[in-house]
């Protein structure tokens, strides 16, 4: 949660280690070019799913539950992403921040924000996979788009509280030279550190990771005992494609994130990181910034029906006359116009079952 961390200064620490000048050359030459790949990819497949979602809508399909989650998830990591260039001014500056106290709060912010708020959508997202697949038809009224809409909603309002000790405490630091860094100025840091380290382990992932291993546990436990009359199974199909896509979105997001959180705990008890440690923390720091790039070419990989929707996304709309018999006089005719587009769209489906049906 800590934006300049990247930088080699621990959570609210202000004693500066001589690990960022040992590893100058690392920070200002290799991980920028790391994270300049990362950024650009993320950004341009977050965009890209984006696109693809709001153009459906913008063809009249339905807009499901999944599709509601995904494009969030795809708005969040965007907005995580955008804080990389700053992130990657300060390594190319040995750490310096140069926009003001303003940007370095608001950015900050956004950081701690944007983890959390995925984290929690992707707790929402799992609840949904288990009312779709333990509880099809039970709760099939409460997986509505405006219901998500609502989660949704919650989830942001209950991350900007959460990160409040962000909007407090983050600020400008200073550096020998006249310099400044963005930084967590903690009133106490050694006991603020110890405490904020472990409230944003167990908000931002130790809750919402035992929460979702329970609830796809519970969903595992159904599908092999269940003995209740199944849906169709064109049904069970789709629902299993969405299910193995969340699982694979959640999974992806801890492994990206397990690393920073298991050495922000075991940084509580290293006084002087070693280079090693340097190393390792800024490896673990662009894993989770890459979380945020993996999630598009997950959702291509593991649905055939997103790369149909994307492909019908860029194709430019051609406008197809089609003359239809009016019903009203048997001698007159009614010219339609119909874009190409509408037309594969009534044909096809959606990029994600419709909540009409469970999923």
């Given at each position: 949660m800590?934006?300049?961390?990247?930088?080699?200064?621990s959570l609210g620490d202000s004693n500066l280690t001589t690990t960022a000048v040992d590893g100058a050359l690392y920070c200002s030459a290799i991980l920028p070019v790391i994270f300049g790949i990362i950024c650009f990819l993320g950004i341009m497949g977050n965009c890209i799913v984006m696109y693809t979602i709001m153009k459906k809508t913008k063809c009249r399909a339905k807009q499901t539950v999944p599709d509601i989650f995904i494009l969030n998830v795809s708005i969040v990591d965007l907005l995580f992403l955008l804080g990389m260039p700053f992130l990657i001014h300060q390594l190319l500056g040995n750490g310096t921040w140069h926009f003001g106290a303003t940007m370095c709060t608001v950015i900050t912010a956004l950081d701690s924000n944007s983890q959390i708020v995925s984290t929690?959508?992707?707790?929402?997202?799992?609840l949904d996979r288990y009312l779709a697949t333990v509880h099809p038809i039970r709760f099939n009224y409460v997986r509505t788009p405006c219901v998500a809409a609502l989660v949704i909603g919650l989830v942001w309002a209950l991350s900007l509280?959460?990160?409040?000790?962000?909007?407090?405490?983050?600020?400008?630091?200073?550096?020998?030279?006249?310099?400044?860094a963005c930084a967590l100025l903690l009133p106490d840091p050694v006991i603020d550190t110890y405490w904020f380290t472990l409230y944003q382990f167990f908000l931002a992932?130790?809750?919402?990771?035992?929460?979702?291993?329970?609830?796809?546990?519970?969903i595992l436990q159904h599908m092999s005992t269940s003995v209740a009359p199944l849906p169709p199974r064109s049904l069970r199909v789709r629902t299993r494609k969405?299910?193995?896509?969340?699982v694979a979105i959640c999974?992806?997001?801890?492994?990206?994130?397990?690393?920073?959180?298991?050495?922000?705990?075991?940084?509580?008890?290293?006084?002087?990181?070693?280079?090693?440690?340097?190393?390792?923390?800024?490896i673990a720091i662009s894993m989770g910034y890459a979380n945020s790039c993996i999630n598009p070419f997950l959702y291509i990989i593991l649905s055939e029906t997103?790369?149909?929707?994307?492909?019908?996304?860029?194709?430019?709309?051609?406008?197809?006359?089609?003359?239809?018999?009016?019903?009203?006089?048997?001698?007159?005719?009614?010219v339609r116009m119909i874009p190409e587009g509408a037309q594969q769209e009534q044909a096809s489906g959606e990029m994600i079952p419709s909540n009409a049906a469970p999923q």
């Open positions: 800590d934006f300049y961390n990247g930088s080699n200064f929690y959508i992707l707790t929402a997202m799992t509280l959460t990160i409040i000790p962000v909007w407090m405490y983050a600020g400008l630091m200073p550096l020998p030279g006249g310099l400044v992932f130790a809750i919402p990771l035992v929460i979702i291993c329970l609830v796809f546990f519970k969405v299910t193995r896509m969340a999974l992806a997001f801890f492994i990206c994130w397990a690393p920073y959180y298991i050495l922000q705990l075991v940084h509580l008890g290293v006084q002087k990181p070693s280079l090693a440690f340097s190393y390792a923390y800024n997103f790369k149909r929707q994307f492909l019908r996304a860029i194709r430019p709309v051609n406008r197809k006359f089609r003359v239809n018999p009016s019903t009203t006089d048997g001698a007159s005719m009614s």
